[in-house]
């Protein structure tokens, strides 16, 4: 940068300040930026301003460049909680009268700048008390490349300004809440600890924000610190981003927050893609690896007898169905594999939904609502949890597995009109069986409905995969969902029950009779797959041998852990820790997920191990070895 300029923008309504942000930029963008902040003033949600300044220098050549102070997110719930948490870290960094300090906070409001005070003696240094201390002449290094120049970003702003404080003479900290009265986030900020963002530090709505600069050193460096704070031009580098904020308009604020407190505390999520058909080994970004991730248990989402079916089926019905159930998008697949899912149920009747997830939803809601009461496990899966909400029926939460529990609850809602007992068959993701017996003979003889969801049972529990009911040798529950999205290898919901129930559900459940049918690709395949479970019941033995061997192993290795279906959990506990643990395993070529809250509760994540019949010995044995070796480390 050779010529170098700076370019200010400040509006004000009446005298009142309504916006004001600064820019450093080559002389090549000085009048798109400055046209940019004057919008920008325009736009203001303060009101529009009836005056405004813009003021462009040109600076010396050699500015100062800085690297931005390393940032750190603290979630906390309230702004006790936050106040709290910034005077903690204030104490951390050697200050003394924090106490004080915070009720100082307070009185910055009505200030234009930054209050300069002693962190000894907490006197007031600045020249102009009613103004305060500015920071300018600073700008993020790389917001022209970002195209963020002229955009309000709080996030940034705050940064820019929180390094170039940290790098004055003599100030060894700062606090900072803003005055906008949706940003409730502010922060604690010195060289040491950096830039820690605290979440909430204000009530949502309240106008007053402020900062404190704080001084330790002679009285006679004050001059200098203020001549840095105020004329000294900085350029910073490396202002982290929230990548997908950057040029977001500020009613997305709240949304960038959000994701950035999930990301702090070890929670935020992406989409990885999988190269090539689902299976035991996988293609991720450009390197293979071992999946154990995959709820294909029976590795029939590639068999080429699924695959063609599907193919044919597009060939035959096209790829979407072109309408609901009810009206135009029923079609001979669908109405094959309805009957085909009965048969190898045992239910009388069958209803297909587009996913498992509306399958739980759409029974749930359809059997109770307002007056009615659900008791649902604790450790249901989110589409069992969703469907009771949406359902309207007052919801039980009973132990999990507590059969004793269900018993005792069921006993104390008599007065409720209908009641439904639900659970998951096999817990997605603690891979345990539900005591199917003890649960019909309670809710029997409550005469409740019961409903079982099989989505990670069919296909891997019961001799030849048909569910619990063939494991224990025992009755179906009223109700009973599995997904053809699984074991069966292709994608879709259903719910089996008594020819009375699925006509009750084909006519009064929501997410059927609004939801354009699944394709007949899904359903052919979905069909095929069944067909090939059945006629190779090898491939339920071959999964439950895979599962025996890894459990054996890890225990050979001292890790024990439960190995009743195919889903084998690791529980490490903390979010981060789990992560880590995922991304070891990943470095030596496995994709073992971590899994965390909401899924799981807070502070019980896990690596949650995914089985397959295709995974060889030679596989499970490294895996379970490196697993081991990683949670030892
Ligand atoms: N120099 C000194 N003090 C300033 C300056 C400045 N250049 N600009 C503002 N202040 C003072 C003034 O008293 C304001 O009322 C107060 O700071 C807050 O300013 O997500 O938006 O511009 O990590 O409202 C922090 C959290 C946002 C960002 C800070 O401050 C994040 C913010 P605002
Ligand atoms: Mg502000």
Avoid: W
């Amino acid at each position: 940068m050779s010529e170098t300029y700076s370019v200010k923008m400040r509006a004000s309504s009446d005298g009142r300040h309504v916006s004001g942000a600064e820019k450093i930029v080559p002389v090549g963008s000085v009048s798109k930026v400055a046209s940019r902040l004057v919008e920008r003033a325009l736009s203001h949600e303060r009101g529009t301003p009836d005056f405004i300044n813009v003021k462009i220098e040109s600076l010396s050549s050699d500015i100062l460049r800085l690297k931005a102070l390393p940032v750190m997110t603290h979630v906390v719930a309230t702004p006790a909680e936050g106040r709290a948490l910034a005077a903690r870290l204030l104490a951390e960094a050697g200050i003394a009268n924090v106490d004080e300090i915070m009720v100082r906070f307070s009185e910055t409001h009505s200030l234009r700048g930054a209050m300069l005070l002693d962190a000894d003696t907490l006197e007031r240094l600045e020249p102009d008390q009613s103004r305060g201390v500015r920071a300018t002449y600073m700008d993020d290094a790389a917001a022209l490349a970002k195209g963020t120049a002229g955009v309000k970003n709080h996030y940034a702003e705050a940064i820019v300004l929180a390094t170039k404080v940290q790098n004055a003479p003599n100030i060894i900290a700062e606090i900072c809440v803003s005055d906008d009265p949706d940003y409730v986030t502010g922060y604690v900020a010195t060289r040491e600890l950096g830039y820690r963002r605290i979440t909430v530090l204000k009530e949502k709505g309240d106008p007053n924000g402020g900062r404190i600069f704080l001084y330790r050193g002679p009285r006679d460096g004050v001059a200098k610190t203020i001549e840095f704070l105020e004329k000294t031009p900085v350029l910073v580098d490396d202002v982290p981003t929230l990548s997908c904020a950057a040029n977001a308009p500020r009613r997305f604020d709240g949304l960038a927050d959000a994701l950035d407190a999930r990301q702090a505390a070890g929670l935020s999520r992406r989409c990885r893609t999988l190269e090539g058909p689902t299976g035991p080994t996988a293609i991720v970004d450009g390197r293979e690896l071992v999946v154990f991730a995959s709820n294909d248990y029976l590795d029939l989402a590639r068999d080429p007898r699924v695959v063609k079916a599907a193919a044919d089926a597009a060939n035959e019905f096209g790829a979407g169905s072109g309408g609901a159930r009810l009206t135009t998008g029923t079609q001979p697949p669908h109405v094959r594999l309805e009957s085909a899912l009965a048969k190898f149920k045992g239910s009388e009747a069958v209803l297909l939904y587009g996913t498992g997830y509306m399958a739980n939803v759409g029974a749930i809601s359809a059997l109770v609502g307002k007056g009615d009461v659900v008791l649902s496990d604790e450790l249901n899966h989110a589409s069992i949890i969703d469907g009771c909400r949406l359902s309207g029926a007052d919801v039980l939460v009973y132990r999990h597995g507590d059969m004793e529990d269900l018993d005792r609850k069921l006993g104390a809602c008599r007065e409720h009109r209908r009641r439904l007992a639900v659970s998951d068959g096999v817990f997605s993701m603690d891979g345990d069986i539900l005591d199917l017996p003890r649960f019909l003979e309670v809710t029997r003889r409550h005469d409740v409905f019961s409903m079982v969801d099989e989505a990670h049972a069919t296909g891997v529990v019961g001799c030849t995969g048909r569910g619990l009911a063939e494991h224990f040798g025992c009755e179906l529950p009223d109700v009973l969902m599995g997904t053809l999205s699984k074991a069966l290898g292709s994608e879709g919901g259903f719910v089996c029950g008594s020819k009375l129930l699925v006509e009750y559900l084909r006519n009064m459940s929501r997410p059927f009779i609004f939801s354009t049918a699944p394709g007949a690709p899904a359903m052919a395949a979905a069909l095929a797959a069944l067909e090939v479970l059945v006629a190779e019941p090898g491939r339920v033995a071959k999964l439950r041998e895979n599962i025996a061997l890894f459990v054996s192993e890890l225990a050979r290795h001292g890790v024990s852990v439960r190995g009743e279906t195919a889903i084998v959990p690791v529980v490490v506990g903390d979010e981060k820790k789990a992560l880590a643990a995922s991304a070891a395993l990943e470095e030596l070529g496995f994709l073992v997920p971590a899994i965390r809250y909401p899924t799981v509760a807070r502070g019980a994540a896990r690596l949650r191990v995914a089985l397959m019949s295709a995974h060889t010995p030679e596989q499970l044995r490294a895996a379970a070895s490196s697993l081991a070796k990683i949670l030892k480390s």
